[in-house]
């Protein structure tokens, strides 16, 4: 597995929302692929024109990325998937420091 693709753990948690029936052969590895391509492309910034061959051709990718965009399949994916970072949400106060400035002492005339 190539840096910054879904691990087995991260696609297990979405595959089932994903489309297409399990009987189908090459489901799961064509989205699986699928989501890959998308996510390489969000993580360098590149026009769809530069992905990769081994994602596909790019304007497939690039299509189906549109079709999810406008049935809601992305959002729902997102939604599935978020969990609140805790961590992030309990900063303590204390040890973020204030600009000298912030101290509150009035402004000099």
């Known amino acids: 597995m190539r840096r910054f693709e879904l691990t087995d753990e991260q696609f297990a948690r979405i595959e089932q929302m994903l489309p297409g ?6 489901r799961s590895a064509d989205n699986r692929v699928f989501l890959s391509a998308v996510l390489w492309i ?3 910034g590149a026009p769809w024109r530069d992905l990769p061959e081994r994602f596909g051709a790019w304007n497939s990718v690039f299509q189906r990325f549109r079709r999810w965009a406008k049935n809601g399949r ?5 939604e599935a998937v978020q ?3 805790w961590e ?3 900063i303590d106060a204390s040890v973020i420091r204030a600009h ?3 101290a509150g002492a009035s402004k000099k005339k």
């Open 83 to 85: 969990e609140p970072d």
């Open 74 to 78: 992305w959002t729902a994916i997102f």
């Open 42 to 44: 969000l993580r360098t």
């Open 88 to 90: 992030w949400m309990m």
């Open 100 to 102: 000298q400035h912030a």
């Open 21 to 26: 029936k399990s009987s189908d052969p090459g």
